[in-house]
């Protein structure tokens, strides 16, 4: 698959941070990103779009990520799209339900940009093997 034809989901309700990682990638990786701060809206791009990549923030307003997450692998068109969630919850219990739930990668915040690129550059290597 083409770069230009792939895009990487970031659902972060800190818009700051949400661009943060997506300069990391656009720059070091070169693949388009799209950046929703709701949950509901990710959800609406969803119904339309399927993304080569989720990243994926714990805590969000309205719905938490493990909410979304088990809605997202319930789903027939996005049940397989691989996921890195992103959260400064890095207890046990948030780590063993992501994984319960096959996500790719687990980055703890505050991050850099070499955990980013590396974390990022793994899953879109698995996904291509496929």
């Known amino acids: 698959m083409e770069k230009e034809n792939q895009t990487i989901l970031i659902i972060d309700d800190d818009f700051f941070f ?5 300069r ?14 709701d949950p ?4 609406k ?6 993304p080569t990549l989720i990243i994926l ?16 692998r319930s789903n027939e ?6 996921v890195i969630v992103c959260s400064a919850l890095g207890n046990q219990q948030t780590v063993g339900e992501s994984v319960k739930l096959n996500i790719v990668g687990y980055i703890v915040k505050p991050t850099n940009q070499s955990i980013v690129i590396e974390k990022v550059s793994n899953a879109l290597s698995l996904n ?3």
Do not use: C
């Open 18 to 22: 949400a661009r943060y990682l997506a």
């Open 24 to 37: 990391i990638i656009q720059e070091n990786i070169q693949i388009n990103v799209e950046i929703k701060v």
């Open 40 to 43: 509901h809206e990710a959800i």
């Open 45 to 50: 791009f969803l119904n339309e779009n399927t």
């Open 57 to 72: 923030d714990m805590m969000l307003p309205k719905m938490d990520g493990l909410t979304f997450l088990r809605n997202l």
């Open 77 to 82: 068109s996005t049940q397989d799209v691989p």
């Open 128 to 130: 291509k093997s496929e």
